[in-house]
């Protein structure tokens, strides 16, 4: 009885029949995936150094901070002047020279004294152009981010090529 009263308002479909599919459109993300990460996402802590300390006190620095990839020079003013990658500096003083040559010269002999340093306003896009127009022995090493040129921490190569802090 039921199925006769709905019969007339029921359209038959014949066998084969296109219909007509309505799509279903996704809301648009908020902001677009270029724009929500920063500088600041990217950011790790470093320990840091002064231009006067000797590579023996930046080997206990080193061991303090076994997590750290690199630690910061910087000068009286807390202005970043080079970095020490952790790995790169350990083989470096446990060389053939040994670490008896290096313990008491300043750190200043060991760092890379050109670093990549950027302010934290830069698009990450900016700093990965810059990080990637290195030269090769650099291309792995750590770029340091200030705020007002001062050390805020820093980003580590892997972070910023794949976008997100691991």
């Given at each position: 009885m039921i199925s006769q009263m709905l019969k007339p308002l029921l359209k038959p479909i014949k066998k084969y029949e296109v219909t007509p599919v309505q799509t279903a459109t996704m809301p648009d993300?908020?902001?677009?995936?270029?724009?929500?990460?920063?500088?600041?996402?990217?950011?790790?802590?470093?320990?840091?150094?002064?231009?006067?300390?000797?590579?023996?006190?930046?080997?206990?620095?080193?061991?303090?901070?076994?997590?750290?990839?690199?630690?910061?020079?910087?000068?009286?003013?807390?202005?970043?002047?080079?970095?020490?990658?952790?790995?790169?500096?350990?083989?470096?003083?446990?060389?053939?020279?040994?670490?008896?040559?290096?313990?008491?010269?300043?750190?200043?002999?060991l760092m890379t004294q050109k670093p990549l340093i950027v302010d934290v306003s830069s698009s990450v896009s900016n700093v990965q152009q810059q990080a990637e127009e290195r030269a090769e022995y650099f291309r792995n090493d750590s770029i340091i981010v200030t705020e007002q040129e001062r050390v805020l921490g820093i980003i580590t190569a892997t972070d910023l090529r794949q976008g997100y802090r691991s």
């Open positions: 993300p908020l902001y677009p995936p270029e724009e929500i990460i920063t500088l600041t996402d990217l950011l790790r802590s470093a320990p840091h150094v002064t231009t006067k300390q000797t590579c023996e006190q930046t080997l206990k620095v080193m061991f303090s901070y076994p997590e750290a990839e690199s630690i910061v020079v910087c000068d009286k003013l807390h202005r970043p002047v080079g970095l020490i990658m952790c790995g790169r500096f350990f083989f470096r003083v446990n060389g053939r020279a040994g670490m008896d040559g290096f313990y008491m010269q300043r750190i200043v002999k």
